[in-house]
């Protein structure tokens, strides 16, 4: 069935520095990719999603990249702040995009140190 | 708009006990999605609805959990009887169209169940 692998499950990185999290997906029909960030006691929170027809989107400090031949696609965070700390979720659509569902992965847990 | 709005934000019930959560989407959404959210699970999905019409139920755990969805502004999510390992947070979802061009799904704060 559908499937999402999201690594690495924790990331401390220090204030300042890169965030990198990676996800592949099974099903070869997706073709949008969003991801979410979730804070303590919220519900997840649309942040960035791309198209499968780009490779790349970017949205001031955080960008997303897509590689749809190897199923694969990653979020990049620079210049890290402590607010970034949160949990991110990747997710692929399974099936149409009017009636179809999110498959997520299982989340990574980003710490930025001050 | 207020947003998706769950009820209640927590709920604490014992062993078989009857537990029913509630859900209202934003109004002009039209698909509505129940996911569960444990450590070991993380976000998995329940089941979803498409113009009040169940789309998908494979995620339900099992007979005791039922989902419906009367009118375009409210969803229930009931477990009889409830069971120690059905505790978790409860997300809403909803969204609108297409999620291609749309703005993706819109969730909830959760309902925290805790079954004793």
């Known amino acids: 069935g559908e499937n999402v692998e999201q690594h690495p499950s924790t990331l401390s990185v220090q204030e300042g520095d890169s965030a990198v999290i990676k996800c592949t997906y099974s099903?070869?029909?997706?073709?949008?990719f969003p991801w979410y960030k979730q804070e303590l006691g919220k519900g997840p929170q649309l942040i960035i999603d791309?198209?499968?027809?780009?490779g790349e989107k970017k949205d001031q400090r955080i960008a997303v990249t897509l590689n749809k031949t190897a199923k694969h696609f990653s979020l990049h965070i620079t210049e890290t702040q402590p607010e970034d700390s949160a949990v991110y979720f990747c997710?692929?659509?399974?099936?149409?995009?009017?009636?179809?569902?999110?498959?997520f992965g299982q989340g990574t847990t980003l710490q930025v140190k001050p | 708009d207020a947003g998706v709005i769950q009820s209640p934000r927590h709920e604490v019930t014992e062993m078989g006990q009857e537990v029913t959560l509630r859900c209202k989407p934003i109004?002009?959404?039209?698909?509505l999605f129940w996911y569960r959210q444990t450590m070991m699970r993380g976000l998995e999905l329940l089941i979803y609805?498409?113009?009040?019409?169940?789309?998908?139920d494979s995620g339900m755990p099992e007979d005791r959990f039922s989902a419906k969805m009367p009118n375009a502004s409210f969803s229930t999510l009931k477990i009889q009887p409830s069971e120690p390992r059905d505790s978790a947070v409860y997300f809403c979802?909803?969204?609108?169209?297409?999620?291609?061009?749309?703005?993706?799904?819109?969730f909830g704060s959760g309902t925290r169940l805790t079954v004793v």
């Open positions: 979802a909803s969204s609108f169209g297409s999620l291609i061009s749309g703005q993706g799904y819109t």
């Open positions: 099903d070869s029909a997706s073709n949008y």
């Open positions: 791309i198209r499968s027809n780009v």
């Open positions: 997710a692929a659509l399974h099936g149409s995009s009017n009636t179809g569902k999110l498959i």
């Open positions: 109004s002009g959404h039209n698909s």
């Open positions: 609805f498409n113009n009040n019409v169940p789309i998908d």
